[in-house]
T-cell receptor, first 113, second 116 residues
Framework: GAGVSQSPSNKVTEKGKDVELRCDPISGHTALYWYRQSLGQGLEFLIYFQGNSAPDKSGLPSDRFSAERTGGSVSTLTIQRTQQEDSAVYLC???????????FGPGTRLTVT | AQSVTQLGSHVSVSEGALVLLRCNYSSSVPPYLFWYVQYPNQGLQLLLKYTTGATLVKGINGFEAEFKKSETSFHLTKPSAHMSDAAEYFCAVSQNSGGSNYKLTFGKGTLLTVNP
């Protein structure tokens, strides 16, 4: 079946612009996670969704970062007023309810110039 | 809080040689442990996982890992390296953080190079 998909695969934006990154999880997966992979920080957790709710936003690095999920499916990560330090690969993962195994998408590479 | 330490950011082996990638973790509760592989410009692919039960777990592509609670380790091994194994490998730990939240904490990764 279809895996986790993310779009766009690459995004180049100018400092100060807003960007939206999209994640389509595996059908039926109620849990959805966003992670960030950067050279300096490695792989780090950003936010967790169960259904449309986000009970754990502890990894969001600043209030410029926000995310939502609609219909228990698609999720959008929004970064406002992008900074150069936001340049990274943003990975989305999904899993079944009460299952620890996560399936990752291919990621979105964000470059802020 | 949980953490993961991968010893060796870069491991180089010859084709056909044993692969050993080291991972130690800390966790206040029994952990779930994972190894993921990442090929260039791709996402993370699950190699194997330990949740409960047998401490020696087998994964895809001939990899296996053993959960050793007394040593807080989960080292990844493969008896004979192939050129196609060249990639970056990440060890990760999770625990139930409430509801169905199994957010992962990753190690820094180990880049495996396989020489002909």
């Amino acid at each position: 079946g279809a895996g986790v998909s993310q779009s766009p695969s690459n995004k180049v934006t100018e400092k100060g612009k807003d960007v939206e990154l999209r994640c389509d999880p595996i059908s039926g997966h109620t849990a959805l996670y966003w992670y960030r992979q950067s050279l300096g920080q490695g792989l780090e957790f950003l936010i967790y969704f169960q259904g449309n709710s986000a009970p754990d936003k502890s990894g969001l690095p600043s209030d410029r970062f926000s995310a939502e999920r609609t219909g228990g499916s698609v999720s959008t990560l929004t970064i406002q007023r992008t900074q150069q330090e936001d340049s990274a690969v943003y990975l989305c993962a999904s899993s079944l309810y009460l299952e620890p195994e996560q399936y990752f998408g291919p990621g979105t590479r964000l470059t802020v110039t | 809080a949980q953490s993961v330490t991968q010893l060796g950011s870069h491991v180089s082996v010859s084709e056909g040689a044993l692969v050993l990638l080291r991972c130690n973790y800390s966790s206040s509760v029994p952990p779930y442990l994972f190894w993921y592989v990442q090929y260039p410009n791709q996402g993370l692919q699950l190699l194997l996982k330990y949740t409960t039960g047998a401490t020696l777990v087998k994964g895809i592509n001939g990899f296996e890992a053993e959960f050793k609670k007394s040593e807080t380790s989960f080292h990844l091994t493969k008896p004979s390296a192939h050129m196609s194994d060249a990639a970056e490998y990440f060890c990760a730990v999770s625990q139930n953080s409430g509801g169905s939240n199994y957010k992962l904490t990753f190690g820094k990764g180990t880049l495996l190079t396989v020489n002909p």
